[in-house]
Nanobody, 122 residues
């Protein structure tokens, strides 16, 4: 199984980006997919997660109202739409999954993508 994250880049504060995470090697017909991020010198942090049905989502408080996680089952892809970006959102973003439960704990996620850099300038 491979998770391929893409869509990162350099953006000014207040701007937007959409990250994509394409899964290959198998089709996840169930399970939870999530995004995590890690800034330099900081621990990896949970961002959002979504059930594969899309019925349930959870977000870290710092991104609520600004980020939206979604998925396209037909494309086996999970997206993270990030609006109103702030300099503190700067990090390497990783997609991960599946988890059997919707969780903020990174140990619950079995596979990890390679990460995509998001840099927000002030």
């Amino acid at each position: 199984v491979q998770l391929q994250a893409s869509g990162g880049g350099l953006v000014q504060a207040g701007g937007s980006l959409r990250l994509s995470c394409a899964a290959s090697g198998r089709t996840f017909s169930s399970g939870v997919m999530g995004w995590f991020r890690q800034a330099p010198g900081k621990e990896r942090e949970f961002v959002p997660a979504i059930s594969w049905s899309g019925d349930t989502t959870i977000y870290v408080d710092s991104v609520k109202g600004r980020f939206t996680i979604s998925q396209d089952n037909a494309k086996n892809t999970v997206y993270l739409r990030m609006n109103s970006l702030k300099p503190e959102d700067t990090a390497v973003y990783y997609c991960a999954g599946p988890s059997v439960t919707i969780s903020r704990r990174d140990t619950q996620y079995r596979y990890w993508g390679q990460g995509t850099q998001v840099t927000v300038s002030s």
